[in-house]
């Protein structure tokens, strides 16, 4: 299945190509008709045979086009000059912090990379603090990287997930801050960066994580029946326990392809959460006394189920506050108690707003804190205090996105994190003091504020084809005339109710400082504009991303932003179907098309890894009405050889 989703990537980036001359690695793969008769329609499969990753046609045919695809490219013209404006900018920021963990007693734990190279863990022990490198994975074993971190509560000790050769799967090994080295346990099958991360247990000795029993991705086994295990650290990894699975909850419907988790709110956390979830940002949650983990069996009680559409949710006190899109598009934030939970009627505390889409929360001694963003690229930040009042918070500048985060209700800490299309990310923490935000960064951001300077960010809305209004957002250089010579690079995602937000990406500075225009499509299956806006893009509506795309695109040409000639488009991952059916329903509106491993064969998705999860929101060939919006959105089986 992933070989031919390349293969398919190959096809849309050359499907306007004018070159004529054919050689060896153009060669065509031969025809091998695969037949199904699906709902009492016959679909027929050329190159099946492509998902053999073992067929050494397939892979020599691969090879070839590699070979060719890198010839073509040391061919682009101008190519020498746009690495070295790359590596020019990268230049002015050496420094690159992610992965960032606060703890509750301002423990701090970071990656840092510099100059590109493989990201290392630091700590301070408090944020004016000097740094110290914990853990270098160059020094453990050749080829390892880090891809996710988790402190304990009191930061004593650090979970650090590594892998081999950038792959997902690998291991987590835990340091000790106090005796400066790694324990002996490594645990391995894991893959806490995507499925659900690592939860520490409020005695900061155990936390709990996922645990894969088949990693082989052509075991048909692979990404199935996952557990949730807890681990006590310093003891052999074989004691773990499987704590919440389908294997050890029969009396909980937990599917083979659900992932299973199990967290703590805080280290004060009298109840711990089970949630049975999948390819969405809603899931069935139970909950137990935290006193119970030693039980032989843990009786979980429900506490709201994926229908509630709830999609994070804080406890304060015996109280839970939540968000959620139930009776409310745009997401209302509501307030019930733990003890006798009742979701039909909450109480409703902050309301849903027609215009605006609550995308973020975090709750302090203070209040509650919320983001407010329209059309997924203008974000306004507010507080609910605790005599019901809300006001709005006065932040240092505009913001396209911003992202809220505290230690919990019993503290006052409050940080804020802004990124917009022109400026890179920044962090603030509010001093209440001076009653205002104040810059919070680790390493200081120098690079790239005097060449956006002269950057102009369009935000408009555009007539989709049924006349909904689709966000489109434009980033180009100040002068840049409209006379339908601009090259055009376009992106989106439309898919599992995420949004595109504004981020400035260091590669498109180059492009952006000489000359080209960067815009994004926010098309309907993403959440720019609410649950509602995913819904409207989603199976049977699917087509309406693709739709979108077209409309803003259509759009570009008319204002003369840009011409077809000049329109390169890209995407990825579940952002693939937006890309694969424009250029299957209009290549007429586009030149060239960049698809980074997306789902271009969604009639075969289901059959790929974690295919059972993406069916839930793709659809499944099983239902015939969803194996005909599977159909429609397959950008494979559009394609029309000329």
């Known amino acids: 299945m992933i070989k031919k989703l390349l293969f398919l990537v190959f096809i849309f980036f050359i499907f306007q190509c004018k070159h004529k001359e054919i050689n060896d690695s153009q060669k065509k793969l ?23 990753l073992e067929d050494s046609v397939v892979l020599d045919w691969y090879k070839n086009q590699a070979y060719y695809t890198k010839q073509k490219i040391s061919k682009i ?18 420094f690159k912090i992610s992965h960032l963990n606060i703890t509750n007693n301002d423990k701090y734990f970071y990656l840092k990379s510099e100059d590109g190279k493989v990201e290392q863990l630091y700590f301070r022990d408090g944020f004016n603090k000097d740094e110290q490198l914990l853990f270098n994975p160059g020094n453990y074993k050749e080829g390892y990287s880090i891809n996710y971190i988790s402190p304990n509560w009191n930061g004593t000790k650090v979970a650090i997930a ?92 937990i599917k083979e392809e659900d992932f299973p988790e199990i967290s703590f709110k805080d280290e004060k956390s009298t109840y ?9 940002y809603y899931a069935d949650y ?23 559409l709830i999609r994070r949710f804080y406890v304060d006190g015996d109280d839970i ?65 605790y005599k019901g ?15 809220v985060s505290s230690k919990g209700y019993i503290y006052s800490d409050l940080w804020m994190e802004i990124r917009g299309w022109g400026s890179e990310k920044e962090m603030y923490k509010y001093n209440y003091d001076l009653q205002k935000f104040v810059e919070h960064q680790l390493v200081k951001k120098n ?13 408009l809305e555009v007539a989709s084809h049924d006349g909904t209004k689709v966000p489109l957002s434009i980033i180009y250089k100040k002068g840049i005339e409209k006379k339908g010579g601009n090259r055009m690079f376009m992106t989106g995602y439309g898919a599992l109710g995420y949004s595109f937000r504004p981020a400035l990406n260091s590669y498109l500075l180059h492009w952006i400082n000489e000359g080209g225009i960067y815009a994004v499509a926010h098309v309907r299956g993403g959440g720019e504009k609410g649950n509602a806006w995913h819904k409207d893009g989603h199976k049977t509506t699917k087509p309406n991303s693709w739709k979108d795309f077209i409309a803003c695109t259509e759009y570009l040409i008319k204002e003369n932003y840009t011409s077809p000639r000049y329109i390169s488009i890209s995407g990825a991952s579940a952002g693939g179907i937006l890309i694969g059916r424009p250029i299957t329903e209009r290549p007429d509106l586009y030149a060239a098309a960049i698809i980074r491993v997306g789902v271009l064969n969604t009639l075969r998705s289901e059959f790929a890894p974690n295919g059972k999860n993406l069916s839930k929101d793709f659809g499944s060939i099983k239902d015939s009405i969803e194996f005909k919006a599977l159909l429609e959105m397959d950008a494979y089986q559009h394609i029309t050889m000329m």
């Not at 008709?33 to 679909?43: N, Q």
């Not at 809300?390 to 996105?401: E, F, L, S, V």
């Open 272 to 280: 711990m959460f089970a949630s049975v979830s999948g390819a969405s």
């Open 30 to 52: 031969s025809q091998k008709p695969v037949s199904d008769t699906i709902h009492g329609k016959v679909i027929t499969d050329d190159y099946r045979y492509m998902e053999n």
């Open 389 to 403: 009042i809300i006001t709005n918070i006065p932040i240092p500048k505009k913001a396209g996105n911003i992202n």
């Open 447 to 459: 690079g790239y504020k005097a060449i956006m300077a002269d950057v102009v960010i369009e935000e």
């Open 77 to 94: 013209n101008g190519r020498k000059k746009i690495i070295k404006l790359q590596d020019s900018l990268n230049k002015k920021n050496t």
């Open 321 to 385: 506050i939540f968000l959620t899109a139930n009776e409310a598009k745009n997401f209302k934030i509501c307030k019930t108690s733990l003890i006798s939970p009742n979701f039909k009627n909450p109480k409703v505390i902050v309301p849903h707003d027609e215009k605006s889409v609550i995308t973020d929360l975090t709750l302090t001694n203070n209040g509650l804190y919320f983001v407010k963003t329209k059309n997924g690229v203008e974000a306004k930040l507010y507080k609910l205090d």
């Open 286 to 308: 139970y909950y137990a006394p935290t006193n119970t983990i030693d039980n032989d069996k843990i009786i979980w009680k429900p506490l709201f189920k994926e229908k509630d």
């Open 162 to 253: 590594i892998t081999k050769n950038d792959l997902e799967i690998g291991d987590i090994l835990i340091y000790d801050i106090a005796a400066n080295k790694l324990h002996n346990e490594v645990i391995k099958n894991c893959w806490p960066s995507a499925l659900g991360g690592i939860r520490w247990h409020p005695d900061n000795l155990r936390f709990t994580y996922e645990y894969l029993p088949v990693i082989d991705k052509k075991n048909s086994n692979y990404l199935l029946n996952l557990e949730t295990r807890i681990h006590r650290v310093g003891q052999n990894v074989s004691s773990d326990i499987d704590l919440f699975s389908k294997k050890n909850n029969s009396e909980i419907d």
